[in-house]
């Protein structure tokens, strides 16, 4: 990195310091702001950043806006280009997440999305992995807060404030002495995890939930729906899933731009399987890693590179 921290705010790229909005600001009060998670992968022998699926997080961001009347600032390949600049200005040698916020700027009280004027900003920092368990996997719970619905809060924006859900299954489950938490819709149905879609395997088929249990559309989830088919020969199925095929599953594993792909091992103290990673979410975990890292050709079409190195064969977004 370099000793400068930069990130993009109120039109301009600016010293992170200066990156502030007021305790009266909209978003701060009642939560009215969408963002995005964007990782980039660091490749040392090419010394480059690869975005992964830049362009679909910015096409995601500008349906979320939509549905929260936020207007956009800039188009999906300006803000594509200002996640390039900004990542490139602060010089990292290392993995990065890049956060987007387009947000309600207005400082009147009230929580009309009306009449209200928007702004984004982005910052981008040095990340590693989301969970530290490595190859051992996650012990979760399923939590006794249910997944907020669409027709509350609609969980295929990634709201702000629509967060607290989040907070709550993560915070009890951590408290309760487990790595993480699985949610269930109001009819008692697997949703995802905390921030994290979920996979099943049972008999040798994948098994994922459908986009109407409240989950987030994800661009990982997609990815690995791809990939499988492609690589491994193998479709994945979408349906409900009922809480008690978790602790019949032989593998069970979330996936997500912040958790990539980790294996859960144990749910509600239940060992899943052997109690250790399972084949094929340990096929899917090397997959993914070489993917986002640029070593498999076939998926740099997935890949934009930031300092774009002379002779680099990566350069669609």
């Keep these: 990195m370099t000793d400068k921290e930069y990130a993009y705010f109120e039109g301009k790229f600016v010293d992170i ?8 600001t909209h978003v701060v009060q009642y939560g009215t702001g969408v963002f995005e998670g ?16 830049l362009r679909e997080h910015f096409q995601r961001m500008n349906d979320s806006m939509k549905i929260m009347r936020i207007e956009p600032k800039h188009s999906v ?20 997440y890049v956060r987007p916020l387009a947000y309600k700027n207005s400082q009147l009280i009230g929580p009309g999305l009306h009449n209200n004027p928007s702004e984004f900003c982005m910052f ?18 399923v939590s006794s807060w249910r997944r907020i619905e669409d027709n ?17 299954s993560k915070t009890d489950a951590v408290l309760y002495g487990f790595d993480d938490s699985i949610v269930l819709t109001e009819d008692g149905h697997i ?14 088929e994948l098994v994922t939930t459908l986009v109407s249990d409240n989950i987030l559309v994800g661009i990982t989830l997609s990815s690995v729906i791809e990939f499988v088919r492609s690589e491994l020969g193998i479709e994945t199925s979408r349906r409900k899933i009922d809480r008690t095929e978790l602790y019949s599953a032989d593998e069970l594993f979330f996936c997500g731009t912040g958790a990539e792909v980790c294996a859960v091992v144990d749910v509600d103290k239940r060992p899943v399987g052997s109690g250790k ?30 300092y774009a190195k002379k002779g680099s064969k990566i350069g669609a977004r």
């Design 17 to 24: 310091g200066d990156a502030k909005v007021s305790i009266k």
């Design 38 to 53: 964007i990782r980039g992968y660091w490749n040392e022998k090419e010394e480059e950043i690869y975005l992964f699926r």
């Design 77 to 96: 390949d300006e803000m594509c280009d200002l996640a390039v600049e900004l990542v490139k200005k602060n010089a990292p040698r290392t993995d990065v």
């Design 124 to 141: 981008a920092v040095p990340f590693g992995a989301y969970f530290k368990t490595g190859d051992e996997g996650l012990k979760v719970m």
């Design 152 to 168: 509350a809060i609609p969980p295929r924006a990634k709201v702000t404030g629509a967060y607290a859900n989040t907070a709550l």
């Design 191 to 204: 949703s995802e995890g905390s921030a994290m879609n979920l996979f099943m395997v049972k008999n040798g």
């Design 277 to 306: 990673m399972g084949p094929m979410c340990e096929q899917i975990k090397n997959l993914y890693h070489k993917i986002t890292h640029g070593e498999i050709e076939k998926y740099h079409k997935w890949l934009t590179p930031v």
